[in-house]
């Protein structure tokens, strides 16, 4: 693999990626630590809201908020509030997209690879961007 150099996305430092991550290996290190406490004050506290974990950890909710985003962690609530589909502003449990958003995206992906002929059967994306890692759900507000 060929090492490239890039700047972190969470603390700003060059670092050498021989992967796509974009993120430096101290922060990788603390986003797991970070993701480990979440999970287990979860088990202990089942449907906790966001900014209680966040106030109970020391965790900033943005973090947290990018926990979801990258697909660590999903909100159990039908309707809430805190992160939505960034095309159509849908509300969503996890990821970016609403799975209409995602949907349309598949089919102009496969479209614009196929020539114009998308084939009917789409795969559903997988927004997770650690799929070892255990979905936790928690509550919104």
């Known amino acids: 693999m060929v090492e490239e150099l890039r700047n972190c996305k969470i603390c ?6 021989i992967s796509d991550s974009s993120v ?3 922060c990788m290190e603390q986003d797991e630590k970070n993701y480990h406490r ?6 202990e506290h089942p449907l906790s809201k966001i900014f209680e974990v966040s106030n109970e ?9 990018r926990y979801l985003r990258e697909g660590w962690l999903e909100i159990v609530e039908k309707d809430n509030r805190f992160l939505d589909c960034e095309i159509c502003g849908t ?3 996890s990821g970016k997209y609403c799975e ?6 598949r089919h102009e992906y496969k479209s614009s690879y196929s020539g114009g002929y998308g084939t009917k059967t789409a795969q559903k ?14 509550a919104s507000r």
């Open 38 to 43: 979440i999970r287990e004050y979860l088990i």
């Open 125 to 138: 994306l997988n927004f997770h961007s650690r799929p070892e890692k255990a979905v936790k759900k928690v």
């Open 100 to 105: 209409q958003c995602a949907e349309k995206a």
């Open 57 to 65: 950890l020391s965790i900033p909710v943005s973090r947290i908020k």
């Open 24 to 26: 430096c290996v101290p």
């Open 12 to 17: 700003g430092r060059l670092f050498r990626s």
């Open 91 to 93: 509300p969503i449990h």
